[in-house]
């Protein structure tokens, strides 16, 4: 069974870097054809995919967040971690990450509530 856990800072200022962890148990992150995605959901809003990494090298990322967003990964930890650079209270949301692509998703951390606030 796979298990994904979300871990990292609960408050951020604006202009800061919003950095995340995503611990994967059960399942390799460099395996091919598998994808880990991130996803938030601000708010009162829906679920917004922000980017994801394939077999632990390719990245892709949601154009409206792209020269933002950052997502990479520490194989020796079986880990991948995003990056949100120039946040403001508008990037305030519950992160969550998953396994799969594509809105098609098959395991999913708890999620973790971030504040972007000064």
């Known amino acids: 069974q796979v298990q994904l856990q979300e871990s990292g800072p609960g408050l951020v200022k604006p202009s800061q870097v919003l950095s995340l962890t995503c611990t994967v148990f059960g399942a390799s992150i460099t395996m091919n054809s598998i994808c880990w995605t991130w996803i938030r959901q601000p708010p009162g809003k829906g679920l917004e995919w922000m980017g994801f990494i394939c077999a632990g090298v390719n990245t892709y990322y949601s154009p409206s967040l792209k020269s933002r967003t950052s997502i990479s990964r520490d194989a020796s930890k079986n880990q991948f971690t995003l990056q949100l650079s120039s946040v403001t209270p508008e990037d305030t949301a519950v992160y969550y990450c998953?396994?799969?692509?594509?809105?098609?998703?098959?395991?999913w951390g708890q999620g973790t509530q971030v504040t972007v606030s000064s």
């Open positions: 998953a396994r799969g692509a594509q809105f098609s998703y098959d395991s």
